[in-house]
């Protein structure tokens, strides 16, 4: 199933009429080149009808890159820029939208071949601003045809992001359980990113899953299943319902999908899945993750769509996370202290049931679910994936809205350690910078949910920009400060 979204940029240059056209038709085709060298060509289309000095010009490019199946623009000032075209040019455009501008080429040619974008993306700016018009612009957005051409590559993980929260519906089923308020939130701001959402009833779930009862499909599922766990197969007699269950919410996302492209699910798994349905969903979870539908554990809606925004950025598994316990002092002393330029409350282990994709552990074994068996039958638990993260980057990340209905989100890069978590469950030892004061004076102090969303990899940078275009205003948009930059709400004589 292809979940995640596919982007084609539309690279359209703009020209002031009082400049030279040249400018912008010969900067265009130095940057196609060079993003062609590097990246190759796939991704990007060169809109070759004009260069954008009107308003007729910019109906014609944009009739053009729409026929060319592009779903995401790139606004490239040549020169100077039309400052009013160019933004209507945006405005009009249904996708995200980057702007970037040519910087100038030689000391010898700064006359007739000036072309003053650095001059330009000013005014652009400013335009945008005053039309209410969303665009990303990079950091450093004036450059040469190859720094252009980066700025372009790293602009399609944020692209997808925003095609995709355009395009997706989040399922869920039943109320969050009892004590987990905490994953709670307001579903206004969904609607207000352009994410639609399906709350259903476990009663509605049970139901489906009981006419898959006997579904001739069940047997090529369970091989599936075997040949993904192969030794870690320790409750091989769960597999069939495990199937059954996995084989209803494939179908359910084809039934209930509508109109729209992408679908992530908020599910339920306690306290009463395990009684009526016979197991727990953990390993078929983890399977869904796997193949890019996201799914998220005890109805955590904003978990799922942070998921969701972190499989579009990173184009990979990821995963949803309890920011669990602290790492034991003899942990640390013999594993850590010495061995990883971590402090003691830089770490911490991250966990959850079951839930993790196989791909992303570096071992894995189905079987019982150890704290729902402390009041359960054993038999009724069986289903989660156990195994320790696999060592390597990773970006602890969530997006949320706050009980009275405002975004806000977090970013943090890490690191999941080579050390044995000698635990259960999908578990690592993680060590972020700064973690101690980041956990008091972000997660604690802004009152986030205890479930993160991770994905493997270092994608802050994306995922801050992504965070911005959807509209998380920038004083609450948190990261993992360094040392020596204090928080708001930071003691100066702790």
């Given at each position: 199933?292809?979940?995640?979204?596919?982007?084609?940029?539309?690279?359209?240059?703009?020209?002031?009429?009082?400049?030279?056209?040249?400018?912008?038709?010969?900067?265009?085709?130095?940057?196609?080149?060079?993003?062609?060298?590097?990246?190759?060509?796939?991704?990007?289309?060169?809109?070759?009808?004009?260069?954008?000095?009107?308003?007729?010009?910019?109906?014609?490019?944009?009739?053009?890159?729409?026929?060319?199946?592009?779903?995401?623009?790139?606004?490239?000032?040549?020169?100077?820029?039309?400052?009013?075209?160019?933004?209507?040019?945006?405005?009009?455009?249904?996708?995200?939208?980057?702007?970037?501008?040519?910087?100038?080429?030689?000391?010898?040619?700064?006359?007739?071949?000036?072309?003053?974008?650095?001059?330009?993306?000013?005014?652009?700016?400013?335009?945008?601003?005053?039309?209410?018009?969303?665009?990303?612009?990079?950091?450093?957005?004036?450059?040469?045809?190859?720094?252009?051409?980066?700025?372009?590559?790293?602009?399609?993980?944020?692209?997808?992001?925003?095609?995709?929260?355009?395009?997706?519906?989040?399922?869920?089923?039943?109320?969050?359980?009892?004590?987990?308020?905490?994953?709670?939130a307001p579903i206004k701001q969904l609607y207000n990113l352009g994410v639609e959402i399906e709350e259903n009833s476990e009663l509605d779930l049970f139901e489906a899953f009981n006419r898959h009862e006997g579904d001739e499909r069940i047997p090529a599922k369970v091989k599936e299943m075997e040949e993904e766990l192969g030794q870690g197969n320790l409750k091989p007699q769960i597999l069939p319902k495990l199937a059954q269950y996995e084989l209803t919410l494939l179908d359910w996302i084809e039934e209930h999908r509508g109109y729209r492209k992408y679908v992530a699910i908020a599910g339920k798994c306690w306290p009463a899945f395990q009684t009526q349905f016979g197991f727990v969903p953990c390993f078929v979870n983890s399977r869904l993750t796997?193949?890019?539908?996201?799914?998220?554990?005890?109805?955590?809606?904003?978990?799922?769509?942070?998921?969701?925004?972190?499989?579009?950025?990173?184009?990979?598994?990821?995963?949803?996370?309890?920011?669990?316990?602290?790492?034991?002092?003899?942990?640390?002393?013999?594993?850590?202290?010495?061995?990883?330029?971590?402090?003691?409350?830089?770490?911490?282990?991250?966990?959850?049931?079951?839930?993790?994709?196989?791909?992303?552990?570096?071992?894995?074994?189905?079987?019982?679910?150890?704290?729902?068996?402390?009041?359960?039958?054993?038999?009724?638990?069986?289903?989660?994936?156990?195994?320790?993260?696999?060592?390597?980057?990773?970006?602890?990340?969530?997006?949320?809205?706050?009980?009275?209905?405002?975004?806000?989100?977090?970013?943090?890069?890490?690191?999941?350690?080579?050390?044995?978590?000698?635990?259960?469950?999908?578990?690592?030892?993680?060590?972020?910078?700064?973690?101690?004061?980041?956990?008091?004076?972000?997660?604690?102090?802004?009152?986030?949910?205890?479930?993160?969303?991770?994905?493997?990899?270092?994608?802050?940078?994306?995922?801050?920009?992504?965070?911005?275009?959807?509209?998380?205003?920038?004083?609450?948009?948190?990261?993992?400060?360094?040392?020596?930059?204090?928080?708001?709400?930071?003691?100066?004589?702790?």
């Amino acid at each position: 199933m292809n979940n995640l979204p596919q982007v084609k940029v539309g690279v359209v240059a703009v020209s002031r009429d009082c400049f030279p056209e040249s400018l912008s038709v010969n900067r265009r085709k130095a940057l196609m080149a060079a993003y062609t060298e590097k990246y190759g060509s796939g991704e990007v289309y060169e809109c070759p009808v004009c260069i954008v000095e009107s308003e007729i010009h910019m109906v014609q490019a944009l009739e053009d890159i729409k026929n060319a199946g592009c779903n995401a623009l790139c606004v490239y000032l040549g020169n100077f820029g039309p400052e009013i075209s160019e933004t209507l040019l945006a405005k009009h455009f249904d996708g995200p939208v980057m702007f970037i501008a040519a910087a100038e080429e030689s000391r010898k040619d700064l006359v007739g071949g000036r072309g003053d974008a650095y001059c330009g993306m000013l005014n652009a700016s400013y335009n945008l601003k005053l039309r209410n018009v969303k665009a990303y612009i990079p950091e450093y957005p004036v450059g040469t045809a190859a720094e252009c051409a980066d700025m372009l590559h790293e602009f399609l993980p944020i692209a997808r992001a925003i095609i995709g929260l355009a395009g997706l519906k989040i399922i869920s089923f039943g109320p969050r359980p009892l004590n987990f308020l905490a994953c709670n939130a307001p579903i206004k701001q969904l609607y207000n990113l352009g994410v639609e959402i399906e709350e259903n009833s476990e009663l509605d779930l049970f139901e489906a899953f009981n006419r898959h009862e006997g579904d001739e499909r069940i047997p090529a599922k369970v091989k599936e299943m075997e040949e993904e766990l192969g030794q870690g197969n320790l409750k091989p007699q769960i597999l069939p319902k495990l199937a059954q269950y996995e084989l209803t919410l494939l179908d359910w996302i084809e039934e209930h999908r509508g109109y729209r492209k992408y679908v992530a699910i908020a599910g339920k798994c306690w306290p009463a899945f395990q009684t009526q349905f016979g197991f727990v969903p953990c390993f078929v979870n983890s399977r869904l993750t796997g193949m890019g539908i996201p799914v998220s554990c005890e109805v955590d809606i904003y978990g799922c769509l942070s998921e969701f925004i972190g499989a579009c950025v990173s184009q990979d598994a990821v995963t949803l996370l309890d920011i669990n316990n602290s790492v034991p002092d003899d942990m640390y002393e013999e594993s850590i202290k010495g061995k990883f330029d971590y402090t003691h409350q830089d770490t911490f282990m991250g966990f959850h049931c079951g839930n993790t994709c196989s791909r992303k552990l570096s071992f894995c074994n189905m079987k019982y679910q150890m704290i729902m068996a402390r009041t359960l039958p054993e038999e009724v638990t069986q289903g989660t994936l156990e195994g320790d993260i696999a060592p390597g980057d990773i970006t602890f990340y969530r997006l949320q809205s706050t009980a009275d209905n405002k975004l806000r989100a977090y970013i943090a890069q890490g690191e999941v350690l080579p050390v044995a978590t000698e635990s259960f469950g999908s578990i690592g030892v993680f060590a972020i910078p700064e973690m101690g004061r980041f956990y008091r004076h972000v997660l604690i102090e802004k009152n986030y949910p205890h479930h993160g969303a991770v994905a493997f990899g270092h994608f802050g940078k994306a995922l801050y920009e992504v965070f911005k275009y959807v509209g998380v205003p920038v004083e609450d948009l948190n990261f993992n400060q360094p040392r020596g930059m204090m928080y708001p709400t930071e003691n100066p004589f702790a």
